[in-house]
């Protein structure tokens, strides 16, 4: 029965499109808004509008950044012979999160899918072939999924570096038991890694 | 080992404070927002200015508007024999998706609480004591939460009806078994006040 749609009912749509946020959620997002202070609504609009006009690739490594180059690659303290390949910006965040390593990372914007059209070309690949070439990484880390693309992505990127002759140890994310996992639930393919991969005691 | 604090930082902790988003949900809002369409974020950000900007309590019912009266009030082809009243405007999206009632509304923007120093005066109360002397309504219908403060609310305001010899019949919601519920599960509470609301089959 209501005569015509508000800014209420339009914004409850506009966060219902955001990942994760139904429109139950949507609506108790919107009423809080409105109930909220002035100030953190215009914050948020600000700095929502303020992360298109600011944010950008790193010309270095391609994580989003404000500046020309990001933190991570313009830290000269950071380990320079290691170099960790992720597919997004946001997987950065997840290993920094572990404090369990000081190198330097290159994001791939995406992972190889043949089916989906995604080659080479479409993603951050031959930059970082360069980056190999010109600078002094002794290891390469492949952060990836454990996934069939994940997979493809770095075996197809660590024959390429082997084609051109470089002298870089490949490496990627061990595969095994989840800490605090139980044997029970692991499978079958997790637990065959966790065998061929397995640590001395 | 990160520099400075950047937008995206910044962003998340905003998305953060909002009801039930977490700081994982934020980061995915953000990352999405920075893959998203430049328009898209635009929107959004320009439509939680506006809503600040344009919404504000209707002059009748004290329901978000972005006129002077809102959509619900000026519509005369609802019932006018009823008025149903709510805690918060949200609650009227909830009863309208109903389809079951078509009278008018008022929000009273809180239940009474004496501990929190929340009395008639700090509510929406004594407008709708107004509406209903000058009005022709012939029902108050209170949709509160079944609470001890939605209870003592009504309990309340049903006694200042009567108190100005208001000649207006008050009702609330019925409570009782929750549709495809099961009586094993009923609180004792409910099913006591099932049995005294029985209706006939």
Same mark, same amino acid.
């Given at each position: ?14 966060? /219902? ?23 953190? /609504? ?14 950008? /690739?790193c010309a270095v490594c391609g ?6 180059v990001c933190?991570t690659c313009g830290n000269p303290a950071r380990d320079g012979n290691l170099l960790c390949v ?11 999160? +572990?404090?369990?390593y000081e190198g330097y990372y290159h994001v ?17 690949v031959f930059p970082m072939l360069k980056r190999l070439e010109e600078g002094n990484f002794k290891e390469v880390i492949f952060?990836?999924?454990? /996934?069939?693309? !994940? ?6 990127i660590q024959?390429m570096i082997e084609?051109r002759g470089m002298k870089v140890k490949v490496t ?8 605090? !996992? ?7 393919? +997790? ?11």
């Open positions: 029965m209501k005569t015509s749609e508000t800014v209420i009912d339009v914004l409850i749509k506009n966060f /219902s499109s955001l990942p994760g946020i139904g429109r139950k959620s949507a609506s108790r997002i919107v009423y809080y808004l409105l109930n909220a202070d002035k100030n953190f /609504s215009d914050t948020l609009a600000g700095n929502i509008k303020l992360l298109k006009d600011s944010i950008h /690739s994580t989003y950044t404000d500046s020309e933190g992720v597919e997004n910006p946001q997987d950065i965040d997840i290993i920094e999160s +572990t404090g369990a791939l914007k995406g992972l190889l899918s043949p089916i989906d059209g995604i080659g080479p070309e479409q993603l951050n952060a990836l999924n454990p /996934s069939v693309e !994940g997979e493809t992505t770095a075996l197809y024959k084609n990627r994310l061990a595969s095994g038991l989840p800490v605090g !996992g139980d044997l029970e639930y692991v499978d079958r393919m +997790t637990l065959t890694r966790s065998l061929l991969g397995r640590t001395s005691v």
